[in-house]
């Protein structure tokens, strides 16, 4: 079974930074593209960035020039560097990944979630 497991949220100041992971463990055959996406309370779940093994990265427009994701093929760990943060960034953070395991074709898996609060 695959696991995705997020972890580095937090209450935070206005123009401070975060950094967030997501480590992927299980019979993993190939990791074809990983995203963070973000739910604020009463909005709909939003794509925040996500890039691809072909190397496409997509940001939104209200975190580009601040947020920055990588990723440790090595490890299985992806991060998303926040900085300059705003309350309106204010959610809870999900991982996204599209993996193909050893005896299964690709499927999207998801984490629980970190929160991640900014006060001004």
């Known amino acids: 079974q695959v696991r995705l497991e997020e972890s580095g949220g937090g209450l935070v100041q206005a123009g401070e930074s975060l950094r967030l992971s997501c480590a992927a463990s299980?019979?993993?055959?190939?990791?074809?593209?990983m995203g963070w996406y973000r739910q604020a309370p009463g909005k709909q779940r939003e794509l925040v960035a996500s890039?691809?093994?072909?190397?496409?990265?997509i940001y939104a427009d209200s975190v580009k020039g601040r947020f920055t994701i990588s990723r440790d093929n090595a490890k299985r760990i992806m991060y998303l560097q926040m900085n300059s943060l705003k309350p309106e960034d204010t959610a809870v953070y999900y991982c996204n990944a599209r993996i193909a395991t050893l005896l299964r074709p690709t499927n999207d898996y998801w984490g629980q979630g970190t929160q991640v609060t900014v006060s001004s």
């Open positions: 890039d691809s093994t072909g190397g496409n990265t």
């Open positions: 299980g019979s993993i055959r190939r990791i074809d593209s």
